[in-house]
């Protein structure tokens, strides 16, 4: 029940190393916050740092308006539930989740008070008196999860909780926390993920982080139907993103531009300024906003190479006439059978179109 | 004949000869005993299967029988007769022991050291092991501590010897007594302390053991576990007690244990110190007394080590073996 608030923070390891810079970000009370990013990108950082488990080198953490860099994990309101479960292998489930409150001096009846609620709300009142090791990977998350719970802390911290996981289960897991959030509407929670639809289904508002900063802070769809910038365009959505280089050869509410591989002129609608006349764009089409096309204004034109069927959509991967670019991959709706080989021409409609300079979106100009 | 050549022999004729057992025993086995001939072939190839572990276990147990049984046997053997080793004399040995007080004597002790050495080296092993662990020279302290694994018993009593030594120029002990105007006193002629003044020199000499072990199993707990107690509240000391050495409790254990078997077997430190005066004896010391001069009493003495010694090993081979799985 608490916002968190970080300004400028940062982190250098050994004075020299810098991972994190100018991190500026309010989470308010009962948002559910993704960090996500490519790996290496500091995500896990930063949450140990809001966790306290990792200095914070510059800039402040606040949360509930406390400022928290020198406060001990303990003190800080917060609860952890980490990628490994962690769970303590020698104490049954009960212990488990009894251990913070132990500490805390809470009297034996608040304890088992707290540690019965936790396990009727995670299912896991008949396992109460088990081990971890005897308890498949699932119930070893939940009892991680009802760890944090008995607590009752201000913010939740989750780094990576379904990593460990197989699909199926992560699904369900993945699942369980959406409805636990929902049950929770107070809690803050901050969740690490490089899984992007664990991040774009659960989240209220998506971090992205990219170069040691963040890249784009918004909500999922804000991220995928607006992205700030071509990292965000492309880390966001998959396959990723198409960025094809072209023009601008109109200008106005909207845009027209000529594609280097297409031809004519196609629209987008983003608006430009007389004085962009000429500029040197990114056009981004999303592989699943693709259309084939008979006209003669195009975005692209190209011979398929691959083409992957999945049964409700067709990715359909074209020759690239410059091997240094990325292939151009479209998503065609449900089987396409014998287009490999052939030419298709590629277009896409105007409000699915995105404009880039400089790597940044045309929207996003200052 | 040089060693070198008797060296290169040995080698040859050792290594030759295991290849020739495993190679002819098969052969035979498979050719003359057994053969897969048209007929009973399923039925023979099944019965050289069953046989065949035997084959490749038949020199370990020959030689575990020859060098671990018969001598069992014997010494229990042994010690039913008397001195000279002619007459049967039943259970006499074991009566007279039992109610030699120096027996007894000898035996408390070595209950003393039994509770008090492996205690002490696994207890300040583990101290060490946490201790040093985050120390940029945490690895140098280590070898320091390790280094007396290395000396013999005997080195590093006489090595005590000079710290007990009741002079104060050379011993440290009378030397901070003199200090502090006291006069020197023979620390090894305390009696009932003097066995702890001894019990010591293991524990200098053993705890290095129990660091190295504790310290990889220490550093064997997953980070995340130390992590999710300290943002559970726990301080310090509650992470190293309620979470680290439960996980490791196993491998305490096994050091503990280990450790135990090794009380009931070393003499030498006596040996080298008091000679057993003084009541310091101690089983085995007390069995050195006897031995070669009157093996009866001598194997009688290590009949009863051996059976004290057996549960604890049994213990031993059990958490080791649950620690490997």
Known sequence: MANVKLTDVAKTYGGTVNVLNNINLDIKTGELIVFVGPSGCGKSTLLRMIAGLEKITGGVLEIDGEEMNDVPPAQRGIAMVFQSYALYPHMTVRDNMAFALKLA???????????????????????????PKALSGGQRQRVAIGRSIVRDPKVYLFDEPLSNLDASLRVATRIEIAQLKESMPNSTMIYVTHDQVEAMTLASRIVVLANKGIAQVGSPLELYETPENEFVAQFIGSPAMNLLPGEVVSTGA????????GAGTIMANIPTKDSDMGLRVNVGIRPEDMTQTDADNYAFESTVAITEKLGEVTQIYFEQPDKDQNAVIGKLPGIRSGTRGQTMRMTAVPEKLHLFADGVSLLYRG | MSP???????????????????????????????????????????????VRPWLFLFPALFALTLYLVYPVVGSFWRSLHDRSGDAFIGFDNYTTMFSDTAFQTAFFNNFMWVLVVPAGATFLGLLVAQLTDQLKWGNIAKSLIF??????????????????????EIGIINALRDYVGLLPIDVLQIPFWNNFFLMVILIWIQTGFAMVILSAALRGIPEETVEAAIIDGANPFQVFFK????????????VWTTITILVLKVFDIVYAMTGGNFETDILPSY?????????????????????????VMVWNIRQARKEMQ
């Open chain 2, 287 to 311: 069995m050195m007394n006897f031995m070669f001069r009157d093996d009866g009493r001598a194997t009688a003495v290590a009949f009863v080590i051996m059976i004290i010694v057996l549960p």
């Open chain 1, 254 to 261: 909207v845009t027209g531009v000529k594609v280097d591989t």
């Open chain 2, 243 to 254: 979470i680290k050495v439960p996980q490791i409790m196993g491998t305490i254990v096994v």
């Open chain 2, 4 to 50: 070198m050549m008797q060296g290169i022999i040995t080698v040859v004729v050792g290594v030759g000869g295991c290849v020739g057992y495993f190679f002819l025993s098969n052969l035979i086995l498979d050719k003359i005993i057994f053969p897969p001939k048209p007929g009973d072939k399923g039925r023979n190839i099944n019965r050289a299967e069953m």
């Open chain 2, 147 to 168: 280094m007396p694994m290395a000396i013999s018993f005997v080195g590093a009593s006489l090595i005590w010897r000079f710290v007990y030594a009741n002079t104060p």
């Open chain 1, 105 to 131: 001096k809470k009297t034996p009846t608040e304890i088992d008070e707290a540690v019965n609620r936790a396990a009727k709300v995670l299912q896991l009142d008949e396992y109460l008196d088990r081990l």
